[in-house]
T-cell receptor
């Protein structure tokens, strides 16, 4: 497996609280991505990064922010969690962009009550 | 614009019989196409990819897929199913729109009957 670690693996939080999910890679890949996976929707891109401090929005970015201060770390923050953000969140990395395969972490299951 | 349709949400086969998972795509450009597999409580893993070289692509674990431009299809096959193949499979299309240019299908759940 590619060296990708997501933390925490599971989290339960209350509506309105901030939550930060962490993705750490040891592959020195340039691109990092945050996806959410929901039944019937496949994977949807939240945000991605193409370098340190270079990030952009994906398809479902509302309510989420990201930061990348080091090549190896990509943080996803839910400023004020809502029940609609209950999901499984996956981090992925790739060497280049769209034609390069993605390598995924094992996911974080987030429940917002 | 691009899209991908996985024609079956669930496929059930007996162990030792062939597997066929169907994927159709639409794209304004020459696409790259991927199949990923996801086992329970795991991230997605690349099975194979097509990037305009040979139209028949061989992947890991005995899987292969054929790119058919005239039919806009990229179906995944395996001659003989194994119990360990039970998983969720995702077809993905990329049309070179940048790092956010991937579109995922909604997935096909493959069930292997003993």
């Amino acid at each position: 497996d590619a060296g990708i670690t997501q933390s925490p693996r599971h989290k339960v939080t209350e509506t309105g609280t901030p939550v930060t999910l962490r993705c750490h890679q040891t592959e020195n890949h340039r691109y990092m991505y945050w996806y959410r996976q929901d039944p019937g929707h496949g994977l949807r891109l939240i945000h991605y990064s193409y370098g340190v401090k270079d990030t952009d929005k994906g398809e479902v970015s509302d309510g989420y922010s990201v930061s990348r201060s080091k090549t190896e770390d990509f943080l996803l923050t839910l400023e004020s969690a809502t029940s609609s953000q209950t999901s499984v969140y996956f981090c992925a990395i790739s060497q280049t962009d769209y034609n390069s395969p993605l390598h995924f972490g094992n996911g974080t299951r987030l429940t917002v009550t | 614009a691009q899209s991908v349709t996985q024609l079956d949400s669930h496929v059930s086969v007996s162990e030792g019989t062939p597997v066929l998972l169907r994927c159709n795509y639409s794209s304004s450009y020459s696409p790259s196409l991927f199949w990923y597999v996801q086992h329970p409580n795991k991230g997605l893993q690349l099975l194979l990819k097509y990037t305009s070289a040979a139209t028949l692509v061989k992947g890991i674990n005995g899987f292969e897929a054929e790119f058919k431009k005239s039919e806009t299809s990229f179906h995944l096959t395996k001659p003989s199913a194994h119990m360990s193949d039970a998983a969720e499979y995702f077809c993905v299309v990329s049309s070179g729109g940048g790092a956010d240019g991937l579109t995922f299908g909604k997935g096909t759940h493959l069930i292997i009957q003993p």
